[in-house]
């Protein structure tokens, strides 16, 4: 999946099916710049909850 289509769901309640088989289910964030406002985590990554991905991996998004 491309970037600028992952934006849409920022913010949602959705189902994502990664590449490697995982799916994972909750809100969507998204983590511009490494800093302190987003807790240190990794810049340019998607975020479910504690788990974080890129757009690349993303094989199907689902809202719930």
Request: proline letters at 2%.
């Amino acid at each position: 999946m491309i970037l600028t289509d992952m934006f849409d769901y920022i913010g949602k309640n959705i189902r994502v099916y990664l590449d490697d088989g995982k799916t994972l289910e909750g809100t969507l964030e998204y983590i511009p710049t490494y800093s302190e406002m987003y807790q240190f985590r990794r810049a340019k990554h998607f975020y479910i909850g504690e788990e974080c991905f890129r757009c690349h991996h993303v094989r199907k998004v689902e809202v719930i």
